[in-house]
Each structure stands twice: as structure tokens, then as C-alpha cells.
């Protein structure tokens, strides 16, 4: 048998596909257009060969679009044969152009809409013509006296910088090299943007999951100025010198914020059932706010021969921020906590629900019975409409007063981690409010099996929360909050460093002592949630309003409370800006409630331990 003939030769050097994005990114990064000090967003621009902007203050994708001035629609129509003249002549076939207003509603400079010509590209390989494309149209609108009323802004979609974070996996290799280098990298972001960074993380970015590699992520207050090139060669350095040079690890610097923000008031006509009581997840208030937060999860706190009924919150969410208490007061329950049986410290009065989801869900119910109001005898509509107005008489009566804050942790820093938790306690004559959390199922679209955790899952849907677990990278956990109601993510296999500055996030030790500025960050534990479509891409796990929220993993234990977020700024309005949650575990909430219900004078003897209703 004779052998086969030889295969033809292969000429591997007649083409290559052209670079990917990041590739490109990667490239331009190192380029002498990056370089200097320029604000962040200056910065993403440069950064990005496929987009170009004349705008002076560039916003980062993705934008909001709405109607633009009609006297400017009006003058742009006369000249868009110009314009699609001038884009044919570039060369370019596979365009959308539209002239609308964009914005960044909650962006710093983004709320007020700008008139703008999107052009976007789906041509290959045409992204080197994007500039003088702009130039062109920009000397036409120069002729029109339309170049300081208008802005042009042109892009390929798929291909410009959007960067989502999701989960990496706790057993990566590129996690012991990234926690060797930390502290250092840490001195270098206080070294160049001091005030400027709010968090730092090994995540995987990328526009989806299946195109995500692991980097170093930044998140930066925006409008930071910096030289953002030379920061990142030094990290980038670091990583070599400790023997990482393998792994192409990116640094992305992402405009974001650890602070809270105040939230709105939000409908819960849609969450009300029959008796519409207080309920894990639940909206909570300190009386005579306006805002609120999460109610965490019912328990019975024992100390000693005393059994207290209540339920587990942050404190930042039953803290009193009103005229009703002095400044030396509000600073004495940060530093030391809401203490236990101190007889003469002012206790916030909890109620249900937080005053500005009153005024929401009742004004969402009248317009409902307004709308349908005609249909109030149509046999279809009779029973429906008599069980909106049952809601309505039920929202009149609140809010309602049911609790009583009988000790907190304070705004403290425990072992370089966020200590933020409460214990409320249910006021005489409220005990029908106290009741066992029963542990809901997950959305459909994130079990455990979503996130390729099969066969792990949710084993105990329908009946008590009766045990303590705790936060571990890499598993599964869902919550249940007020303003999200229930999600679903992933522990980041790498804890957050998150920097705590500025006079709202004042955070003391466990002594009540400052701490001071330079080492307030801490190393928090995140959970990134995603969603799947036809490919995987960043979910928010949480918003403002969700904190207090009780975690729990695929087993229904309690293992952890949400106390705050990372929120990115990458979706286009301020209410879809996607959130990483911030959790603290029950290993650490633990022995802190434990320490702060000792007998006073006894700082030896046992405290409280926590025991859930089932």
C-alpha cells in the first residue's frame, strides 16, 4: 500500500486576521496620544480606535439619545445629502447616521442632552478613517455655522470600548501573583489619583462573558485627571517583576463610585399581598425620613436569660440623619454603634415602609384606579379593582412605626473589612410581625445551573432560613432586596479593595476611633452577577435601597448582609448603571454582635447570639 501524497504546502504569511479590540486598545494604550495628564474620559477616547468625537468633555458609551431641537433637525435635513455624500466618498457602506440629543442622565456633565450626528460603523477594517470622516463633516458644518451648536460622534458598535466585569474564578493562577502585588499597587493609586479611586479588584472584563479576559479594574470618580499611561505601564511593571509575564493582565481604569447616593421613591403595589406586612426584603425607614433601605432577615437575639425579636439591617440604613438627634449624637452612633441597653443614647424608631415608597406606591395605586376606574362594574375587572382599593386603604394607613434600633456595629472597620450591621428590635404589641423567612426561589434566568453550577442547586425553596453559612469565592448566592427584589451572582474569587473617603465615609475602629485617610480602604467580598442571552453579559446584582439585604447560598442559609456597591457607569442611564454588591459575612457579623452585647463592665463575659425563627 503506498502511502498518500503529501498535503500542498501552507502559506501562513498571506493573511492574518486583523488584531482584536483589545489587541488594538492594547496597542493605542502605549502610543504618545495616552500619554500626559488628561481626565479619565479624554483618556477612554484616546484609548479607543473605534471611536472619534469632536465633543470637548467626551462621555463614555453608551449614551442616551432623545429628540434634538427641531430648528437644528430642520437644518440638519437640509444638508444630509452633504453629509451621506461625504461618508460615500470616505469609503464607507455599512452606516447608520442619526441626529439626535445624547446624555448620561447621573454622569458628571451628562444631564444636560448635547445635538449630536452619530454616525455608526459596521464597515471592516475602516476605523483608521473615522478621524478624517469627522473632519470633513466638521468643515461642512463649519460652512453651515451648525460646528458649535452640533457635535459628531462616530463609532463601530461592536467594537468600541464597553467594558462589563464579571466573576473570576477563586483557583486562576493570576489571583496569589495579583495579591502579591496589591499593596503596592494600592500605593500607587493613592501616589497619582489619591482622591480619585474608589475601588480595585482582579475581575474578567470584557463586552461579554465569552469575551472577557482577567484584568486588573480600577473603578475611578469621574472627570479624574492623570496620567493614566504611565500609572498603568507601572502596574504593569509590578506584575512582571513578580512573574506574571505569561498573562497578557490588562488595567482598566472604569469611571465608578463606591458611595451611596440617596435613593427614590419606589412602588411596591405590584410586591403587596393580602396582609402586607414586613417581610425579609422588605422596605424599612427611620421614621420621619424619606428614604430607606432593605429589611434584612428576622431573628431572635439572645443574651443571657433575654430573648429580643427582631430583625438584621445595616446600620447606615437605620441611622439618623435628621434635626431630631444633635451632631455629637449622630457622631457618637457612628463611632461606638447604637449600644446595647445604654439607657440616655437616642434610638432611631424603624417603620414600614421608608416614607418615599408610601408616597409611590400610593400615588402609583390612585392613578391605577383612575385609569381603570370605568371598568370598576365589568364582571372582569370587579374583584381586581376591589383588591387595588384594599391596597390603597392599606398604604393610607402607613407608615407605620414597628421597631426600635437596639444595637448596631456603627460605621466602623473591623479586621481591614466594613463592619455594617443592626439589630432591630419589634416593638411591644407588633409580635405578629415577627415570623420565619421563607426562602424564595431564584429568578429562572439565574440558578446556580445558569451560572455553569450545575448540578448544584437550590435545595430548600419554600421552607425556612434555619442555619448560618458563609461568604466563600467562587459559590453561588442570591438575595432578596427592596429595590430588586431577588438576584442572583457569583463571589468574586478575589476580594475588592475599596477606598472609604470624604466626610460621609468617616469610619472609625472598634474602639471608635478615626481612621485615618490613607488607610481607609478595606478588602471586601463582591458578588457579580450576569444574565444569559445569546451570550452572557454583566447584570446588576443590587442597587441603592437594596442594603440590609440578607444573603443566602443555594443551601438557604443566611451568609451574609449587602451593605453597599460598586456602580459602574457603563449603561447608558444612571438606573440601569450596573452594580457589584458588597457583602459582609456572617463570620465576622457574628462575634462583632457577640462583642457588643457583652455585660457592660464585663468585656470578658458572653454576648448575644443570634437564633432564626423557624
Same mark, same amino acid.
Given at each position: ?138 468643515? @461642512? $458644518?463649519? /460652512?453651515? %455655522? #451648525? ?9 463601530? +458598535?461592536?467594537? =468600541? ?76 511593571? @509590578? $506584575?512582571? /517583576?513578580? %512573574? #506574571? ?9 472604569? +469611571?465608578?463610585? =463606591? ?79 447604637? /449600644? ?275
Amino acid at each position: 500500500m503506498t502511502a498518500p501524497p503529501p498535503l500542498p504546502p501552507t502559506f501562513r504569511g498571506l493573511y492574518s486576521p486583523p488584531p482584536s479590540p483589545r489587541k488594538r486598545r492594547r496597542e493605542q494604550r502605549e502610543s504618545d496620544e495616552t500619554h500626559g495628564p488628561m481626565s479619565l474620559e479624554e483618556y477612554l477616547l484616546r484609548s479607543d480606535v473605534f471611536r472619534s468625537t469632536t465633543r470637548a468633555n467626551p462621555l463614555p458609551y453608551p449614551l442616551v439619545t432623545s429628540d434634538p431641537p427641531q430648528e437644528l433637525k430642520d437644518r440638519m435635513k437640509d444638508i444630509e445629502d452633504d453629509i451621506a455624500n461625504i461618508i460615500r466618498n470616505k469609503g464607507f457602506t455599512e452606516c447608520q447616521v442619526e441626529f439626535v440629543n445624547v446624555s448620561k442622565p447621573g454622569y458628571p456633565g451628562g444631564d444636560r442632552p448635547t445635538p449630536t450626528l452619530k454616525i455608526e460603523s459596521l464597515d471592516t477594517n475602516m476605523e483608521s478613517f473615522f478621524g478624517p470622516l469627522k473632519d470633513d463633516i466638521r468643515d @461642512l $458644518l463649519f /460652512q453651515k %455655522g #451648525l460646528h458649535t451648536a452640533i457635535s459628531i460622534d462616530i463609532s463601530n +458598535p461592536d467594537k =468600541c470600548y464597553d467594558p462589563h466585569i464579571f466573576a473570576i474564578e477563586p483557583t486562576h493562577r493570576a489571583i496569589p501573583i495579583y495579591r502579591e502585588i496589591r499593596p503596592e499597587a494600592l500605593k500607587m493609586l493613592d501616589e497619582h489619583i489619591r482622591d480619585g479611586w474608589q475601588s480595585m479588584c482582579l475581575f474578567y472584563v470584557g463586552s461579554y462573558l465569552e469575551k472577557s479576559s482577567p484584568a486588573i479594574v480600577v473603578h475611578v470618580t469621574p472627570g479624574t485627571t492623570c496620567d493614566w499611561s504611565r500609572l498603568e505601564a507601572r502596574v504593569i511593571t @509590578l $506584575l512582571g /517583576q513578580v %512573574g #506574571l509575564e505569561d498573562i497578557n493582565l490588562d488595567v482598566e481604569f472604569i +469611571p465608578g463610585t =463606591c458611595r451611596e447616593v440617596a435613593s427614590g421613591g419606589l412602588s411596591l403595589h405590584d410586591r403587596m399581598d393580602k396582609d402586607f406586612l414586613p417581610k425579609m426584603g422588605g422596605s424599612i425607614g427611620v421614621k420621619g425620613e424619606e428614604g430607606g433601605g432593605s429589611l434584612g432577615i428576622f431573628a431572635t437575639l439572645k443574651v443571657g436569660d433575654t430573648e429580643h425579636k427582631g430583625f438584621l439591617t445595616n446600620h447606615h440604613v437605620v441611622r439618623c440623619t435628621t434635626n431630631d438627634t444633635t451632631p455629637e449624637e449622630k457622631v457618637y452612633a457612628d463611632r461606638h454603634g447604637f /449600644q446595647y441597653e445604654q439607657l440616655g443614647q437616642p434610638k432611631s424608631s424603624i417603620q414600614y415602609l421608608a416614607g418615599n415608597d408610601v408616597e409611590a406606591t400610593r400615588k402609583d395605586l390612585e392613578e391605577t384606579l383612575k385609569a381603570y376606574g370605568h371598568l370598576k362594574d365589568a364582571a372582569l375587572y370587579k374583584d381586581i379593582i376591589k383588591d387595588w382599593e384594599a391596597k390603597l386603604e392599606k398604604v393610607n394607613a402607613l407608615p407605620e412605626v414597628f421597631g426600635e434600633v437596639l444595637v448596631s456595629s456603627g460605621k466602623t472597620i473591623e479586621d481591614n473589612h466594613i463592619s455594617d450591621w443592626a439589630f432591630v428590635k419589634i416593638l411591644s404589641g407588633k409580635d405578629q410581625i415577627f415570623c420565619s423567612n421563607i426562602i424564595p426561589p431564584a429568578p429562572d434566568w439565574q440558578t446556580p445551573k445558569d451560572y455553569d453550577l450545575a448540578p448544584e442547586q437550590l435545595l430548600r425553596v419554600g421552607k425556612p432560613v434555619a442555619a448560618l453559612g458563609t461568604i466563600v469565592p467562587g459559590k453561588w448566592y442570591y438575595k432578596c432586596g427592596r429595590t430588586t427584589n431577588i438576584t442572583a451572582g457569583i463571589c468574586n474569587g478575589v476580594e475588592s479593595s475599596a477606598k472609604w473617603r470624604g466626610a460621609d465615609t468617616t469610619r472609625y475602629d472598634a474602639n471608635g476611633v478615626k481612621i485615618k485617610d490613607d488607610d481607609s480602604h478595606t478588602e471586601e467580598f463582591v458578588i457579580v452577577s450576569m444574565r444569559k442571552g445569546k451570550q452572557k453579559y454583566q447584570f446588576s446584582f443590587s442597587e441603592v435601597g437594596d442594603s440590609g439585604s440578607a444573603i443566602l447560598d443555594s443551601y438557604g442559609q443566611l451568609c451574609g448582609l449587602l451593605f453597599g456597591q460598586i456602580s459602574q457607569y457603563e449603561s447608558p442611564t444612571q438606573e440601569s448603571y450596573t452594580h457589584v454588591g458588597l457583602v459582609s459575612c456572617m463570620s465576622r457579623i457574628r462575634p462583632s454582635i457577640e462583642r457588643r452585647t457583652r455585660p457592660r463592665g464585663n468585656p470578658g463575659g458572653v454576648g448575644g447570639e443570634l437564633v432564626l425563627p423557624v
